[in-house]
Structures are given as structure tokens and as C-alpha cells.
């Protein structure tokens, strides 16, 4: 039995067929500046001619934690809240649309890998596009940030169980 995916399936989608007939063929590096991602695994997928970015939740970190049950519960709860998100506002074009998701469950690991596959993004990660940008635009930033403020919370909204 391979010990490594008993701790860190996650590590092991490539070469997976996920839901939705796409299929992992790489994994993406992290740059060491890089926020965000500490529970998670970044791959690219593709179906035929199309390109995804699949974000696969390691569990394995959450259970090395010093509160396993807790560090759990905070890291499935934050992957539901950002699938449920990214599919109720699927409508919207200036955010990154969820395509899929799923869990990939190997026959020889305890741990399962939930996943969420979105678009890719052409220019890839929005804030190593903008730390390269010798021609920044400072105003541009800030209105770019009011507006993921105001699309979040519009999302947030429709998304409200209050919601009607």
C-alpha cells in the first residue's frame, strides 16, 4: 500500500479523468510570494482544445494540525462556502467562473480530494499580473478592488438563504 497518498492524496491527481471529462496534466508550482493555497493543490486540466485550473483540498494538512477536528471543519467549510459561491455567481463576467467539481477518491487512500475546476485565466494570477506591470495604474487597482468588494457582496447576496 503506498503510505504517501494514505497522508496526501492530494498530491496525486495527475493523469486523473475528473467529472465532466477533464483530465489533470500538470501541476502548478507555487510561487514562493504566492497568498492563499495552503490547503490546497493547483493542477491544469483540459478537455479537448479546453484549459482549466483544477483546486483540489488538501486534507492531509488539515489532519497534521494541532485541532484536526477543528482545522476540519474551518477548511470544509471554507471549501462549500467558495463552491457554493463561485456556482451561484457562475452568471457573472468579471469573475472567475467554476466549471465543476467534485472528489476523486483513491481505492488505496482514507482520504478523499474534493475538487472545484475553474476557467483558466489567461493572465493567470491577478497579483503576480499586477506586481510585473512596469505601466501600473494605481487608480485602475483601486477601482478594480471596489469592484470585487461590490461583486462579493452582490454574490454574497443572491447567495443569502434570506435571499428571495
Excluded at 456556482?87 to 487512500?109: E, K, N, Q, T
Aim: glycine residues 6%; negative net charge; hydrophobic residues 40%.
Amino acid at each position: 500500500m503506498d503510505t504517501t497518498r494514505q497522508t496526501s492524496p492530494a498530491h496525486f491527481l495527475q493523469g486523473e479523468t475528473l467529472d465532466g471529462g477533464w483530465t489533470v496534466v500538470g501541476r502548478l508550482s507555487r510561487p514562493e510570494e504566492a497568498t492563499g493555497g495552503n490547503f490546497s493543490v493547483s493542477y491544469r486540466a483540459e478537455r479537448d482544445k479546453d484549459v482549466a485550473f483544477v483546486k483540489a483540498l488538501n486534507l492531509s494538512r488539515a489532519l497534521s494540525a494541532n485541532d484536526p477536528t477543528a482545522a476540519l471543519l474551518a477548511e470544509t467549510s471554507a471549501y462549500n462556502f467558495e463552491r457554493d459561491l463561485v456556482l451561484s455567481c457562475a452568471y457573472m463576467d468579471r469573475v472567475v467562473r467554476a466549471i465543476g467539481h467534485g472528489i476523486v477518491r483513491f481505492p488505496d487512500a482514507l482520504i478523499p480530494v474534493p475538487y472545484l475546476v475553474f476557467e483558466h485565466a489567461a493572465e493567470g494570477d491577478v497579483r503576480a499580473f499586477i506586481r510585473q506591470s512596469t505601466a501600473f495604474d494605481y487608480a485602475w487597482t483601486l477601482r478594480s478592488r471596489s469592484e470585487e468588494r461590490r461583486v462579493g457582496e452582490e454574490c454574497r447576496s443572491r447567495w443569502s438563504p434570506d435571499h428571495s
